[in-house]
């Protein structure tokens, strides 16, 4: 189980902190990724990171103003999100799966879901 956290209004410019709190399994063989939906739009991949090993990946989009981290005691993920922007707005999930790292980009290769936390990002 996956619960997202965090989401919110924000001016452009802002931050904001993204919180998912794994549980129910070992998260240790699996990536973690945050994954994002603007109104109307398709699940587009925002970053992943190794639950083992701690290996980051990010979309271009988001390269320098996002930084996707893990907490093993906590079993927690994080997003930190600086520099917002209003293309920020949107649902953001998370997401786990046993995913080979080349496809991290790719929504469809994570198994398990959150329900999703809305941020929302006024010019």
């Known amino acids: 189980q996956l619960q997202a956290s965090g989401g919110g209004l924000v001016q452009a410019g802002g931050s904001l902190r993204l919180s998912c709190a794994a549980s129910g399994r070992t998260f240790g063989s699996y990536t973690l990724a945050w994954i994002r939906q603007a109104p109307g739009k398709e699940r587009v991949f925002v970053a992943a990171i190794r639950w083992s090993g701690g290996n980051t990946y990010y979309a271009d989009s988001v390269k320098g103003r996002f930084t996707i981290s893990r907490d093993n005691a906590k079993n927690t993920v994080y997003l930190q999100m600086n520099s917002l922007k209003p293309e920020d707005t949107a649902v953001y999930y998370c997401?786990?799966?046993?995913?080979?790292?080349?496809?991290?980009?790719?929504?469809?290769?994570?198994?398990?879901w959150g329900q999703g936390t809305l941020v929302t990002v006024s010019s």
């Open positions: 997401a786990a799966g046993r995913v080979i790292w080349s496809t991290a980009y790719d929504p469809n290769s994570y198994d398990y």
